[in-house]
């Protein structure tokens, strides 16, 4: 796309006319056009594909703790000391009994999340008749996030109902390596792609303000567009005490929506999700339901978004938005 001369505006009008960006393409205008203009070609982009609905899910942590790999930023890896609680996959019912409660509320998805380079063995069996128990007793749609799978297990994870499945790329393949050292960027790759290969529709993001620059979090955008990534998390890094990433200061509110208008206008038709770091934005994210995110992880989560399901639910309302089709 030619982008030399163009307003925000005109670029998004050319987005919904069908063109799409691309790492060849000059993106420069991200950077220097006021966020104002941004954020309206943003808003312009998700009211054509998105309509009014936001797209609400919520997780719960199925296994917490002890993990072997060294995310820096992650309070679950065993090589950092944050004290948090760790225990063992929990019992189907238990978790059952929360998707019962989200469900209630109306939220459009329901993930089980668990510590770890892969879960395995044993705790994956659980994982499995836990999830054909939700399948069973509810009509909520099931997402997971287990980590580096087989084509065995993302096989399994389908036939149980899970028909979404959670792994983010975290940052740029250049920046990766700053984060994490135990396993590579291909192999998250890799593990995108085997779950899309059998059926799954795939959640992928990231995690802003771990050191990274915007040309960054661009490079992450275009990974993601190039992928088909249909749900995209943006995290606002929260430092935990404890972790390698712990010094490190919160984004302004500026920086974190600049970010999400430029996800939208590289991945127009999907679902650009806020996650962590809510909090750091007025209103808790309201202005950015209205210029580039159309969803958002509510509720309990793995890390404070400051947010909750009805909270969320009359912040919609407020705007003329809806979780429902």
């Known amino acids: 796309m030619d982008t030399k001369n163009l307003t925000a505006e005109k670029i998004a009008e050319k987005i919904i006319s069908g063109e799409r960006l691309t790492r060849k393409d000059d993106v420069g205008f991200f950077l220097t056009t006021p966020l104002e203009e941004l954020q309206h070609g943003a808003h312009l982009i998700q009211k054509n594909f998105c309509g009014n609905h936001i797209d609400l899910c919520t997780i719960i942590n199925g296994k917490s703790g002890r993990c072997g790999e060294d995310c820096k930023y992650c309070a679950q890896s065993a090589r950092h000391k944050t004290g948090i609680d760790e225990y063992n996959f929990l019992p189907a019912k238990e978790i059952l009994t929360a998707a019962k409660v989200n469900e209630k509320f109306g939220v459009n998805r329901f993930s089980i999340v668990t510590s770890g380079r892969a879960l395995s063995g044993k705790d994956f069996d659980k994982a499995i008749a836990a999830y054909e128990l939700l399948r069973k007793n509810l009509k909520i749609d099931l997402c997971a996030s287990h980590g580096i799978l087989t084509a065995e297990q993302f096989k399994r994870l389908r036939a149980a109902g899970v028909k979404s499945y959670h792994h983010n790329i975290e940052t740029s393949r250049r920046f ?145 938005l809806t979780n429902r089709d």
Not at 182 to 195: E, G, M, Q, S, V
Not at 278 to 297: E, Q, T
């Open 176 to 320: 990766f390596p700053q984060i994490c050292t135990t396993h590579t960027f291909d192999d998250r790759i890799n593990t995108i792609k085997l779950a899309q290969k059998f059926g799954l529709n795939v959640c992928s993001g990231g995690i802003i303000g771990m050191g990274e620059n915007f040309s960054d979090r661009i490079d992450m955008a275009f990974e993601l567009a190039e992928l088909k990534i249909e749900s995209i998390p943006i995290n606002a890094l929260m430092a935990v005490k404890g972790t390698a990433l712990e010094n490190l200061s919160p984004l302004s509110a500026e920086e974190i929506l600049r970010t999400i208008a430029i996800f939208r206008f590289i991945n127009p038709t999907a679902n650009i999700r806020l996650a962590a770091g809510r909090k750091l934005l007025p209103d808790k994210g309201a202005s950015a339901f209205l210029n580039g995110a159309s969803a958002s992880i509510t509720g309990n989560m793995l890390t404070t978004s400051g947010t909750t399901i009805k909270g969320d639910l009359e912040i919609l309302q407020s705007l003329g």
